[in-house]
């Protein structure tokens, strides 16, 4: 998970994702822009040797099922390489 600075006050709950051993938390000292910021975790995953990324932002509703489904997906051939959902909109 990735916060810019400036937003850290407003969002102290933040600091409850700390308690899940799978989940780290990248604090910034500045605020990185959306782009640069989901780039930065990206580049982390070799280095905390992760298999999956999954980028979502915070107003989006998922199924509870909807990452299980994924990986699944991914797991059933060896060729596939990248994995997205379906986007719907209540709009």
Do not use: F
């Amino acid at each position: 998970m990735n916060t810019d600075k400036n937003q850290d006050s407003q969002r102290p709950e933040l600091e409850d994702v700390l308690t899940y051993p799978d989940v780290a938390l990248i604090k910034n000292t500045k605020n990185l822009g959306y782009v640069r910021a989901v780039n930065q975790g990206i580049n982390q995953g070799p280095d905390w040797d992760v298999e999956y990324v999954w980028i979502c932002n915070n107003d989006v509703v998922v199924h509870e099922d909807a990452l299980v489904h994924l990986v699944e997906i991914d797991q059933s051939d060896t060729q596939i390489e990248v994995v997205a959902p379906v986007v719907y909109s209540n709009n």
